[in-house]
Nanobody, 123 residues
Framework: QVQLVESGGGLVQAGGSLRLSCAAS????????MAWFRQAPGKEREFVAA???????YYTHSVKGRFTISRDNAKNTVYLQMNSLNAEDTAVYYC?????????????????WGQGTQVTVSS
């Protein structure tokens, strides 16, 4: 059984930083792609970043240069370092893992989801 547990969310002022963590069990994060999505109130869940099984990195345009996705294979954990945060980054952030090998920026590709962690950026 695959379980994903996010942590690291919180309240931060605009311009600040946070690092989100996604600890995985029942799944080796290096063997499959992993992704982060976010969902703001009243909006659809949107792709934020992904790391492929071959360590290729993908970002949505609005976070390029500010966010960095990485993984620690020894800890079986994926991270999302978020810098220069602004109010538009306020959302619940979800970690996601697919059932099959590969990468996608579509939420439908991912079968396993964490419970989410709230990120609130005050302006």
């Amino acid at each position: 059984q695959v379980q994903l547990v996010e942590s690291g969310g919180g309240l931060v002022q605009a311009g600040g930083s946070l690092r989100l963590s996604c600890a995985a069990s029942g799944r080796t994060v290096s063997s499959y792609g992993m992704a982060w999505f976010r969902q703001a109130p009243g909006k659809e869940r949107e792709f934020v970043a992904a790391i492929s099984p071959t360590s290729m990195l993908y970002y949505t345009h609005s976070v390029k240069g500010r966010f960095t996705i990485s993984r620690d294979n020894a800890k079986n954990t994926v991270y999302l370092q978020m810098n220069s945060l602004n109010a538009e980054d306020t959302a619940v952030y979800y970690c996601a893992a697919p059932r099959v090998w590969g990468y996608s920026d579509s939420a439908s590709f991912y079968s396993y989801w964490g419970q989410g962690t709230q990120v609130t950026v005050s302006s």
